[in-house]
């Protein structure tokens, strides 16, 4: 009778951990919310008792999305290696989305921002920061990827601090439009592989474009005309989720880039291009109301929320090749 009775209290007790594994799970899930990118700076500055310089607002940006994919509920989720985290694939595509824009931006803000010209040196700072965010991402031994990213984003706030510093003449944020438009060239490259791989939860026969546009181009191997693209059953939540932790800091980084580059975006008369890009990346944030990402074909019964998505991602992707183009104009 003392061994069933054993039995059955192991029983319920292993039931009550994976319940409080998939309530805690549940809430690690939830995806963190937008925050106001010029309060961030001005209360920053405010503590730090300097002025908000040109530079300042895109660097806390930076520093405040990376810092949240530390520090929501939860931690750092995508290199766990023990439950309930190690059973979350939603969550940890997210936090891989926002950190390739966080890598984009912290690459651009190395080379180009930082840089008044291609043979000028390099800020020691973001030189210290932009390898370290470029750990693998599931790094969990030492280095770990999350110690990495800590240390990058300290970098950050000595970068950010120096740059807000009159007396530092070596740390400058330079907001022109060349720079600006060499930015966007890879944001777009970015949310165009997004729109591709959202689409292609529908399976559909793509044309071999590659070499299209020029008689004379090669490449190294040979490539079928064709191929039929489809999103794997399984990748389709993480393909979505993906692309939502990406637009979700590029929102920010794009609110940024309105106060660090508004006298530029103004002569260019682009200001209102960009708050449209901003409002489709606002769109892609909309709450998730089904508990699954439902896959449906086209217009079929079911409803696809990948293609939704990729929607909104193209609308976006394509004012952004309108204002790089507006940057380009004189």
């Given amino acids: 009778m003392a061994l069933k009775f054993s039995a059955k209290s192991v029983t319920l007790s292993v039931a009550v951990i994976i319940f ?23 209360t920053d500055a405010k503590v730090a008792n300097v002025k908000p310089v040109v530079g300042y607002t ?7 999305v990376a810092e949240t994919i530390l ?71 030492i280095p770990s990827a999350e110690g990495e990213y800590a240390s990058a984003i300290e970098d950050l706030y000595s970068y950010r601090k120096a740059l807000a510093d009159p007396l530092v003449q070596d740390a400058q944020f330079y907001a022109r439009a060349d720079n600006l438009r060499d930015y966007l060239r890879e944001v777009e490259k970015r949310l165009g592989s997004y729109s591709q791989r959202l689409s292609a939860s529908v399976g559909r026969n793509q044309l071999n474009t590659d070499l299209a546009g020029d008689k004379v181009a090669q490449q190294s191997t040979y490539s079928a005309s064709s191929v039929i693209v489809k999103t794997s059953w399984w990748k389709i939540d993480d393909v979505f989720y993906e692309s939502r932790g990406a637009c979700w800091a590029l929102l920010h980084m794009l609110q940024a880039i309105e106060v660090d580059f508004a006298d530029v975006l103004e002569n260019k008369n682009a200001t209102v291009s ?26 079929g019964f079911v409803a696809n929320h990948s293609l939704v998505m990729a929607n909104y991602i193209s609308r976006a992707n394509a004012a952004l090749i309108d204002l790089r183009e507006l940057l380009s104009q004189g």
Avoid: C
């Avoid at 290199?79 to 390739?100: K, R």
């Avoid at 190395?110 to 020691?124: A, D, G, P």
């Avoid at 960009?274 to 217009?299: C, D, H, K, M, Y």
């Fill in 20 to 42: 409080l594994f998939y309530l805690l799970g549940v809430f690690w899930s939830f995806e963190p919310d937008t925050f106001d990118v010029r309060e961030a700076a001005l």
């Fill in 58 to 64: 895109t660097t806390t940006a930076t520093i405040k």
């Fill in 71 to 141: 520090n929501k509920p939860g931690g750092y989720l995508a290199n766990d290696i023990t439950p309930p985290s190690v059973l979350l694939d939603n969550i940890p595509a997210w936090e891989f989305g926002a950190l390739e824009m966080v890598r984009d931006m912290s690459l651009s803000m190395r080379q180009l921002f930082s840089r008044s010209q291609s043979q000028s040196q390099e800020n020691k700072y973001l030189k210290a920061a932009q390898p370290k965010f470029n750990i693998g991402h599931l790094n969990w031994a």
């Fill in 274 to 299: 960009v708050s449209q890009i901003i409002r489709e990346l606002e769109a892609t944030q909309q709450t998730v109301w089904s508990p699954l990402i439902l896959n449906g074909n086209g217009f």
